[in-house]
């Protein structure tokens, strides 16, 4: 195992108890809410946002112990989003991961709650956190709200990609997206660890700029993956995706534009990262895996 | 206008100010969400708990000024339960005083996304609320956060209510249902405004006990009041709403078992004020006007 997945491996091993912990028992009433919790958090999530978390707060020296809750409380966010986004008045998906999405297995209003309450979770489990000083516990809430919330968070880009749908857009508009659809989670997640380990402001500079590329790289490649599994699994070209209702980095640059963003993308990730003079190795592993990730 | 009248006033003014600054004005983007968060913040909410936070607040001198924010920040709360409540999956109601819920008016996604949202910045008003410490502001969120979600908050009962739609329940379960579904959060706006005010213990236990005989009330009078508007707007006899499919206390104890359960409740939540040395005239007139309520 090399250093990466050692690293990955440990930080799941820490988030998905750190997890169990926050989130009440299958057993206590009332048990199908929590089943229903447990379903989607436990679903096989590659806990992407709270390696960044980590990677990003040992870099300043902060010990695993104050990064837990807050890379959790991340993941929790992030998995609302998916159960909520997966409904059927949203993206109406049966399927996340190759398993039946939450209102599937459950039903419409357990999934509508389950992720409202991993929401209220979230939040409680920063604020309780007593190995963090309350002051940096309310910054880390104020960071988080903004990056899931609305103007340009989490929920004002999926609010706007929701309108977008079938219409053309310009590859500004598709970039306003992303960075807030996905993007300001991941770059809050990275911001987080920082904030943790006390970085300075011209540090957290540094790690919002490599997060802001990261996040969008995630998204580059994530519309490549598309195109690639659709001509591998039903045979379509990735010309024919380019023509589908839904406007991706591929319809507007082509795919070899498009590998040529990934490229610039995490090249400018990795440049970020160049002022800082802690140990930033794994932060950059991270950009390489997103760059070159195959799921 | 009474001395009570004029308290809501203030209140109502207070918190709606604070409101329009911490939403999005309605012509950013995403105008859509932010237009349908103030369809349903400004739909003419009563704002009963906002001024159970001011008026526990300023039994322990707490200027109005450090209130605001916290009073705010639970009615967001209150109005994103009352929008995902109405969804098609949950109780599917179309209108809510009388002007279209938030669903119908704009649609099932924007609604959805205009609740999480609401959450997220209930959070953030209280975090980045600087005229508070850090370690108070910390100590309400996870106050507010118990109360909201699970397993003894609003989440929690609302998922206990759905489910037990159309079952037999005892008083107890109803209870159980109540103090969570509806009890939770108007017993924590109570104690966040004493938490603000830097009440002693003792205190913060009295304000809870008056708090939850007083939630209970607010459950007990809306299942009078349901029983009176069937009898006076469909001609329907309060022994017919008895036999309908809700469990009710009416139905279980009649209409005048549940006057005296209403009469003793709000006796219950006087006394316990009894203990406090400062002037908790205003907490009384809140119960009595909960127990006289006509809407």
Redesign the interface.
């Given at each position: 195992m090399d250093d990466l997945s050692e690293f990955l491996s440990l930080v799941k091993q820490n988030v998905d108890a750190c997890l169990d912990r926050l989130v009440?028992g299958a057993g206590?009433?009332?048990t199908?809410?929590?089943e229903a919790i447990r379903w989607s958090l436990f679903a096989g999530g590659k806990r992407i946002r709270p390696a960044l978390v980590f990677a990003s707060g040992r870099v300043f020296g902060s010990p695993d112990a104050k990064l837990s809750a807050t890379a959790a409380a991340i993941e929790m966010i992030h998995t609302?989003s998916l159960i909520?986004d997966d409904?059927p008045?949203?993206d109406d998906d049966d399927l996340r991961r190759g398993k039946p999405t939450c209102h599937k297995q459950f039903?419409?209003?357990?999934a509508?709650?389950a992720?409202?309450?991993l929401?209220?979770?979230a939040?409680?489990a920063i604020?309780?956190d007593e190995v963090l000083?309350?002051?940096i516990?309310?910054?880390l809430?104020?960071l988080i709200?903004?990056a899931?919330?609305?103007?340009d968070?989490m929920?004002?880009g999926?609010?706007?990609d929701?309108?977008a749908e079938g219409g053309n857009l310009t590859i500004d508009q598709i970039e306003r997206i992303h960075r807030s659809k996905t993007g300001a989670l991941i770059t809050a997640s990275a911001m987080a660890g920082a904030l943790i380990g006390e970085a300075s402001n011209d540090e957290l500079i540094a790690i919002e700029k490599y997060a802001q590329s990261l996040g969008l790289l995630f998204q580059v490649t994530d519309d490549l993956l598309d195109v690639t599994a659709v001509t591998e699994s039903l045979g379509k070209t990735a010309g024919k995706d380019v023509t589908s209702q839904k406007a991706t980095y591929p319809k507007l640059l082509g795919v070899e534009g498009t590998v040529n963003l990934a490229n610039e993308l995490s090249d400018k990730a990795c440049q970020a990262l160049s002022t800082i003079s802690g140990d930033t190795s794994t932060l950059t592993k991270l950009a390489e895996m997103v760059l070159n990730r195959k799921r």
């Open positions: 009440p206590i009433e009332p199908r809410l929590h609302y909520h409904l008045a949203m039903d419409e209003a357990t509508v709650l992720g409202d309450v929401q209220t979770l939040f409680k604020a309780e000083p309350a002051d516990r309310v910054k809430i104020c709200a903004s899931a919330g609305t103007p968070g929920v004002a999926q609010q706007l929701l309108e």
